[in-house]
């Protein structure tokens, strides 16, 4: 069974501050999906990535097959960021997706 | 473009009663799915869907039946709610596999079973 973790389970930073959020998982994988979910409980996704790293404004996204982890950072970060951040993993070639619970972040002005 | 339709937003319900949660897309995606979020626990994949007139279970498919008569719908039934069901519900769709394309999200529908 593939197990997805998060950590840290939650998160507080200053506004500004460069800011990382982990996910690790147990099998190998096909690809792995960021999404935020804010308060009023939409899910955005945010990216989408199978190798390397993707970058969209101040979010950078990066995954280490080997290593089986993967970590979103969150550069000059800004009140607006406050939200739940989602790790979710396919593994194989099928069609499902294993969630982890989510980080709450939190940042402060 | 709409995206993703959830409908209802809200509902009750007493246990035993059955529903239907509407998902709507306009996007021409290939892959549906059904999730319930539950607090202090990860998404979990109900039920989904590769393309009309195939569906599969997920997770916990329990409880719940789905058909996929069209592209472009995706509905969830409960056959007889329990308590156990109360949750948050989300729908969500891609063009194609979900190891090759991103999710688009409904606004979520909760739904509570007294």
């Known amino acids: 069974k593939n197990e997805v973790e998060q950590s840290p389970q939650n998160l507080t930073a200053q506004e500004g501050e460069f800011i990382t959020i982990n996910c690790s998982y147990s099998?190998?994988?096909?690809?792995l999906h960021w999404l935020q979910q804010h308060p009023g409980g939409g899910i955005v996704s945010l990216f989408m990535?199978?190798?390397g790293k993707k970058k969209h404004g101040r979010l950078i996204a990066t995954i280490n097959i080997q290593e089986k982890h993967s970590s979103l950072h969150i550069t000059a970060s800004h009140p607006r960021d406050s939200a739940v951040y989602i790790c979710?993993?396919?593994?194989?070639?099928?069609?499902?997706?294993?969630f982890g619970k989510g980080i709450t972040l939190s940042v402060r002005p | 473009n709409a995206g993703v339709t959830q409908t209802p937003k809200f509902q009750v319900l007493k246990t035993g009663q059955s529903m239907t949660l509407q998902c709507a897309q306009d996007?021409?995606?290939?892959?549906m799915s059904w999730y319930r979020q539950d607090p202090g626990m990860g998404l979990r994949l109900i039920h989904y869907?590769?393309?009309?007139?195939?569906?599969d279970q997920g997770e916990v498919p329990n409880g719940y039946n789905v058909s996929r008569s069209t592209t472009e719908d995706f509905p969830l039934r409960l056959l007889s709610a329990a308590p156990s069901q109360t949750s948050v519900y989300f729908c969500?769709?891609?063009?194609?596999?979900?190891?090759?394309?991103?999710?688009?999200f409904g606004a979520g529908s909760r739904l509570t079973v007294l």
């Open positions: 990535l199978s190798s």
């Open positions: 099998v190998g994988i096909s690809a």
């Open positions: 869907s590769v393309g009309a007139g195939i569906t």
């Open positions: 979710a993993v396919n593994a194989g070639a099928n069609s499902k997706l294993t």
């Open positions: 969500a769709s891609s063009y194609g596999r979900v190891w090759a394309n991103v999710l688009t």
């Open positions: 996007m021409n995606h290939e892959y």
